[in-house]
């Protein structure tokens, strides 16, 4: 298996497997209740006696549904605004958010692509068209619009996470790592890019670095578990066993070790 398949499968292999979270970091969504989400809605106490003002009122109250993750409401609100004749980026990329979120992955490609046409340099635009061409399978396209918005965002912690996973999956892992590590450099404490970084690192056979960004990102069961994921990666059985054992050392309960290693057994015994 190579090329795109391969790629896309090995996607698939580490968004089930690991025990601590890893892959692509998505747009916030702070939650309803929290001050964050509060904020969204103090638009309500503004003037809206002018058009203008009342459509960035009506932006602001769906860019709140949308981190929220209430997508269908969010999707309501913006057929609202279009139907009151708003047109600006802005709403059609926080429509895409929802429209991905929904899994109406090809309506906001285009609908993103639509924003990046009229404003070239929209980072998060670029950022957000690279995730839903990822949901695609489209593994070029987004990672050149992910190279786009690193050009306009070279420290933005998410877009150097999304593309050094991307670029993992293409088979460029040297420069993953240096994506990862920049991330990291941005966000010490994502879990999420000393995972990444650890997966990386593993494909590279450099273990101990490997084995340090697991541990840095989460408990020693945890750690031991993702190695003996990345080890099953390259085809290395035996190193796999070795490490799911460690994660039971370390965790008795741990259930998703424990399957690894059961599965691995029979294979070894059938």
């Known amino acids: 298996m190579s090329g795109a398949p391969r790629a896309m499968r090995m996607m698939s292999v580490l968004r089930r497997a690991a025990t601590v979270v890893t892959g692509l970091a998505l747009m916030g969504k702070p939650m309803m209740g929290t001050p964050a989400f509060a904020a969204q809605h103090e638009v309500l106490a503004k003037d809206l006696s002018q058009p203008e003002a009342r459509a960035t009122a009506q932006l602001d109250v769906l860019q709140g549904l949308v981190d929220a993750g209430l997508v269908a409401q969010a999707l309501g609100v913006a057929t609202d605004i279009r139907a009151a004749g708003v047109k600006s980026p802005r709403l059609d990329l926080l429509q895409a958010r929802a429209m991905h979120a929904q899994g109406m992955t090809t309506q906001a490609a285009d609908m993103l692509r639509g924003v990046v046409k009229k404003q070239p340099r929209n980072e998060e635009a670029w950022s957000v068209l690279g995730l839903v061409l990822s949901d695609a399978k489209d593994l070029g396209g987004a990672t050149a619009a992910l190279e786009h918005a690193h050009r306009l965002a070279p420290r933005d912690a998410k877009v150097l996470?999304?593309?050094?996973?991307?670029?993992?999956?293409?088979?460029?892992?040297?420069?993953?790592?240096?994506?990862?590590?920049?991330?990291?450099?941005?966000?010490?404490?994502?879990?999420?890019?000393?995972?990444?970084?650890?997966?990386?690192?593993?494909?590279?056979?450099?273990?101990?670095?490997?084995?340090?960004?697991?541990?840095?990102?989460?408990?020693?069961?945890?750690?031991?578990?993702?190695?003996?994921?990345?080890?099953?990666?390259?085809?290395?059985?035996?190193?796999?066993?070795?490490?799911?054992?460690?994660?039971?050392?370390?965790?008795?309960?741990?259930?998703?070790?424990?399957a690894a290693l059961a599965r691995l057994l029979h294979l070894g015994s059938s």
Do not use: W
């Open 161 to 258: 996470n999304n593309l050094g996973y991307l670029l993992m999956a293409k088979g460029q892992t040297q420069r993953a790592v240096e994506m990862f590590s920049a991330a990291i450099v941005q966000a010490p404490s994502s879990a999420r890019s000393r995972n990444n970084l650890g997966f990386a690192l593993a494909r590279l056979e450099r273990d101990g670095d490997a084995m340090a960004a697991f541990g840095a990102a989460g408990p020693e069961a945890d750690a031991r578990y993702n190695m003996g994921v990345a080890c099953e990666l390259r085809g290395d059985t035996a190193s796999a066993l070795t490490n799911y054992q460690a994660a039971l050392s370390a965790s008795a309960d741990h259930k998703p070790a424990a």
